[in-house]
């Protein structure tokens, strides 16, 4: 059996998933593309030989597509997610889930009022192989109960108009479900200091930042976002319980000792080092559609990453802790 997929959004992240949903996804294949940038779009579904809209409701509705992948800005995540939920078909909406609380709080609502999930938020960390192993090591006990979690979560650069409210609503997003998600907890409180910032860092930028986050049961996670650091994409977790500790991403991949050092490589950026994550993480999407169940991360979670960072922004302009209030989680989501 064969998926049909819509895409909405041809922009890198859209690119990328065409790509890999036609060449390195069993069972799946693309059957329509949107982007508001119609040649854009036409290049991209021509290339699969896909139909090709504007208007991502149009794709929406068109009887061929099956399930469809949200992949354009976040502020548009929202009405395709609640068009996709009103037409009864599975998405796998990029992150955020949606920008503000109130939309997300909408697209819940909307999900949580059927008899089963349709919707599954792109968040890849949880299909790395890396993270996967540190997940089962704290919950195999095999550190102990949780105290603490180092995030550090670099970018080589960022593009023109990238803000400092942006350092958290587009990146930091990913540790705070990593960090849910690891733990098993809910953010209550975030605060955010601000080093002096990097004279590498784009003209009023405030990078790096310090994210300073405490979970229901007393977990502190501090997240470094620091996203003109230069040298490449570093991610990299230690997690320090009360037997020991375990850790990601310090070395990745082969070394290489020669002429009197030793090297290994940095990743250019996300789609690089997450390269097998998405495409695991289509391939269960994919799966799970056909077998008629979403898995996946769910609107819940993006709900309440999109909570914990919208604290954060509120902490950042402050210099205030800001608590974190979620609404009761539907039965849905249990
Ligand atoms: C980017 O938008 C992503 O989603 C990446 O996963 C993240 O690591 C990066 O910092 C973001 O800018």
Redesign the pocket.
């Known amino acids: 059996m064969t998926l049909r997929i819509g895409v909405v959004g041809t922009g890198m992240?859209g690119q990328d998933h065409v790509q890999r949903l036609t060449t390195s996804v069993p069972n799946a294949q693309v059957v329509a593309v949107s982007d508001v940038n119609l040649e854009q779009a036409k290049r991209v579904g021509e290339g699969v030989g896909a139909r090709v809209y504007s208007d991502g409701h149009d794709l929406v509705g068109d009887d061929q597509v099956q399930a469809v992948l949200i992949a354009s800005p976040g502020f548009t995540h929202e009405e395709f997610t609640l068009a996709c939920l009103a037409a009864d078909k599975p998405v796998l909406c990029e992150?955020p889930l949606a920008p503000t609380i109130d939309a997300c709080l909408r697209v819940l609502e909307a999900e949580a009022a059927r008899p089963r999930r349709l919707v599954q938020v792109g968040f890849?960390?949880r299909y790395d192989a890396d993270f996967r192993a540190m997940k089962d090591a704290v919950v195999g006990g095999q550190v102990g109960r949780p105290l603490l979690l180092h995030c550090r979560?670099r970018?080589p650069s960022?593009p023109p108009g990238?803000t400092s409210d942006?350092m958290i609503t587009?990146?930091v997003?990913?540790d705070i479900d990593a960090t849910r998600w690891l733990i098993g907890q809910e953010v209550v409180a975030a605060s955010v200091f601000k080093p002096r910032p990097s004279s590498k860092a784009p003209e009023g930028l405030q990078d790096p930042q310090l994210v300073l986050m405490e979970t229901a049961e007393g977990v502190l996670i501090d997240v470094e976002?620091f996203?003109s650091c230069q040298f490449g994409?570093d991610?990299r977790y230690e997690l320090v319980g009360e037997a020991g500790t375990v850790s990601l991403g310090e070395l990745a991949g082969v070394r290489i000792r020669a002429e009197g050092r030793h090297q290994g490589r940095i990743p250019d950026?996300?789609r690089e080092?997450?390269a097998r994550a998405y495409e695991d993480e289509l391939r269960e999407w994919v799966n799970g559609v056909l077998e008629g169940t979403v898995t996946g991360p769910s609107s819940w979670d993006g709900y309440a990453t999109t909570a914990v960072a919208e604290a954060a922004v509120e902490a950042q302009t402050s210099g205030r802790r800001t608590a974190v209030e979620l609404v009761d989680r539907p039965a849905l989501y249990a």
């Open positions: 992240m992150k890849m960390r979560h970018n960022v990238f942006m587009d990146s997003v990913h976002s996203v994409y991610i950026d996300w080092r997450f």
